[in-house]
C-alpha cells in the first residue's frame, strides 16, 4: 500500500501529456508563494503582526490598521528562473528572466477626532491595489537516451484501453494513428514501433503566468493597543505551458520509426474571490501578536489547448502531420483555507523582528463541474494530500536613513510521503532609504526546491527527470507617504 502512494504521489508531480484537469493543477493554483513591495520580500514575507507594508494586507489585514499616513507605492521587478534536469544520468540547464509589476497599491488613512490621551478608536484606513504571486515563468529541458521504453508504448497503452479507431482521443493517440506512428492488426491489436525504448527523447518546457490578487482592505486601530482588519481579495489566474517532446532511432534499430515531434500546449485564465480577517494586539512597547484567517479561494477557471504530431517514417507514400482542434473545458476550484499565527517584537526605533506560522490543509482542494464529476481527482487529493506547516523569520535593522532586511522562508510538503516531497525553501535580504515623504526599498529573494517529474505515464510509473529549481527576483518600491 505504501508503495502505491508512493507512485500516486509522483504521478501527481506529471503535467500530463494529454490535457485533463488534475490535481497537479489544483495545488499549482492553490499554493501561494506570496509577492508584493521590496520590504515585505526582502524580510521573507514575514510581516504578520508587524502591519504598515502594503503587502500585508494579503497576509495579516490588520496591518492596515497600523498605518498612521497615507501612502502609495508601485514595485517593478525582474525574476531569473534556472532549472537544471538529469535525465538518464545526461544534464541540461535552462533558464529564463521575466520583468513584471509585484504590486501597485495606495493606503488612506482617516484620523478619529479622539486624541490618544482618551484613547478610543484612532484611525479608520482603507487599502486596494494589487500583489502579483507564483512567478510562473520557466524553461527547462530534458533529454537523455532511454533504454526502456518510448511515448509510443504510453500511447500504446492508452489506445488498448481505448479499445477502438474511433474512440482514440483527439489530442494524443489519434494525432499518432492519423500519422502513422500507431497501428493496428486485426489479429493482435494495436501495435508500435519501438516500444521497449532504444530512443533518444529530448522535452522542452515553457511556461509563463501569475496570479495577480487585487486586495480591498479595511482596518480600525483602538488605542493603539489593538488593530483589526478585513480585506476582500479578488485573484487572477494566467498561466501558459508550451511542451515539445522529440523522439527518434538514433541507433538506427527499426525498419519503419525515424523520428517524432509532438507539441502540446494549454492556457489557464480565470478569477475568484476569497475573504480575510485579522487581528494585532500590542502586548506591550516591544510585543506584538497577530493572528489571520483565510476563507478557501473559490476560482472559475477555462482551459484551453491544442496539440499536433510530426512523424518520419520510412514509408513512400504517408500522412506525416495532424492537428488538433481546440479544446476547452470550464471548471471550479476550491483552495484550502488558511490559518497564521504571528509573533513581532519591536525595539523602538532600533528595529524588529517578526515570526509566522502558516497552516493549510491541501487534501480539502475540490475541483468540479458540471460536464465532469472530479470523483478520481478529489479522491487522490484526499489520499495523498496533507497540511502544510509554513515558517516565515524576517527582520531588519535601522541605520538612519539606511534600512538593512532579511528573511527565511520554509514551506513543508504538501504531501503524505513520498519520492517528491515538495519541500521549498527562500531566503531572502535587502535594504531601504527613508527620507522625508519619499522611501526607496530593493531586495533580492532566492527559492530552490527540487523535484521528479514523470515525462509521460507507462503503467505505474514512467522515465523521471530530476529537476533542480533555483529562482531569483530583484524587486524596487517607490513610496510616497502624505
Known amino acids: 500500500m505504501k508503495k502505491l502512494a508512493l507512485v500516486i504521489i509522483v504521478i501527481l508531480m506529471t503535467a500530463s501529456m494529454g490535457f485533463a484537469q488534475s490535481e497537479t493543477d489544483a495545488l499549482r493554483y492553490s499554493q501561494l508563494m506570496y509577492g508584493g513591495t521590496a520590504r515585505f520580500a526582502s524580510m521573507g514575507g514575514s510581516f504578520g503582526a508587524l502591519g504598515g507594508d502594503f503587502s500585508s494586507l494579503g497576509i495579516n489585514p490588520a496591518g492596515i490598521a497600523v498605518y498612521r499616513s497615507s501612502e502609495i507605492t508601485i514595485t517593478p521587478a525582474l525574476n531569473f528562473s534556472r532549472i537544471e534536469t538529469t535525465y538518464f544520468n545526461t544534464p541540461d540547464e535552462d533558464t529564463k528572466y521575466d520583468f513584471n509589476m509585484g504590486n501597485f497599491g495606495a493606503v488612506i488613512t482617516f484620523p478619529t477626532n479622539r486624541t490618544d490621551d482618551n484613547g478610543g478608536w484612532q484611525f479608520v484606513n482603507i487599502g486596494f491595489g494589487i500583489n502579483r504571486h507564483n512567478n510562473f515563468n520557466e524553461r527547462w529541458i530534458a533529454r537523455g537516451f532511454n533504454p526502456n521504453n518510448s511515448l509510443m508504448s504510453s500511447f500504446l497503452e492508452q489506445a488498448i484501453r481505448e479499445g477502438s479507431v474511433g474512440q482514440l482521443d483527439d489530442f494524443s493517440t489519434g494525432l499518432a494513428w492519423d500519422t502513422w506512428l500507431l497501428g493496428k492488426d486485426e489479429d493482435t491489436g494495436f501495435f508500435v514501433d519501438m516500444p521497449d525504448g532504444m530512443v533518444s527523447q529530448h522535452r522542452e518546457t515553457n511556461a509563463s503566468g501569475s496570479i495577480r490578487e487585487f486586495v480591498l482592505s479595511l482596518g480600525a486601530n483602538y488605542s493603539d493597543k489593538l488593530y483589526l482588519g478585513a480585506t476582500f481579495g479578488f485573484p487572477s489566474i494566467r498561466y501558459k505551458e508550451e511542451n515539445v517532446f522529440r523522439e527518434a532511432d538514433s541507433e538506427g534499430l527499426s525498419d519503419d520509426f525515424n523520428q517524432l515531434t509532438y507539441v502540446n500546449s494549454f492556457e489557464t485564465s480565470g478569477s475568484g474571490f476569497n475573504f480575510k480577517l485579522g487581528a494585532i494586539f500590542r502586548a506591550s512597547d516591544v510585543v506584538r501578536l497577530g493572528a489571520a484567517f483565510h476563507t478557501p479561494t473559490f476560482y472559475e477557471l477555462r482551459d ?99 534600512i538593512f532586511r532579511a528573511g527565511y522562508a520554509h514551506h513543508s510538503s504538501p504531501y503524505v510521503s513520498g519520492v517528491n516531497d515538495g519541500e521549498r525553501n527562500l531566503l531572502s535580504a535587502g535594504f531601504g532609504i527613508r527620507e522625508g515623504n519619499y522611501f526607496l526599498d530593493f531586495a533580492y529573494t532566492y527559492m530552490f526546491y527540487n523535484e521528479d517529474y514523470i515525462l509521460y505515464d507507462i503503467g505505474s510509473g514512467g522515465p523521471v527527470a530530476n529537476r533542480e529549481f533555483a529562482n531569483s527576483m530583484f524587486r524596487a518600491t517607490l513610496g510616497w507617504r502624505f
Open 304 to 402: 484551453k489547448y491544442r496539440a499536433s504530431m510530426r512523424s518520419s517514417m520510412n514509408f513512400d507514400d504517408y500522412k506525416d502531420f495532424a492537428r488538433s482542434p481546440e479544446g476547452r473545458f470550464d471548471y471550479e476550484l476550491e483552495t484550502p483555507m488558511k490559518a497564521i499565527g504571528s509573533l513581532g517584537l519591536v525595539f523602538g526605533n532600533i528595529g524588529m523582528i517578526n515570526v509566522d506560522y502558516e497552516y493549510v490543509d491541501y487534501s480539502t482542494m475540490r475541483l468540479r463541474s458540471s460536464n465532469h464529476l472530479f470523483t478520481d481527482e478529489n479522491s487522490i487529493i484526499r489520499n495523498t494530500m496533507t497540511q502544510q506547516h509554513v515558517i516565515r523569520v524576517g527582520g531588519e535593522v535601522r541605520l538612519d536613513p539606511v
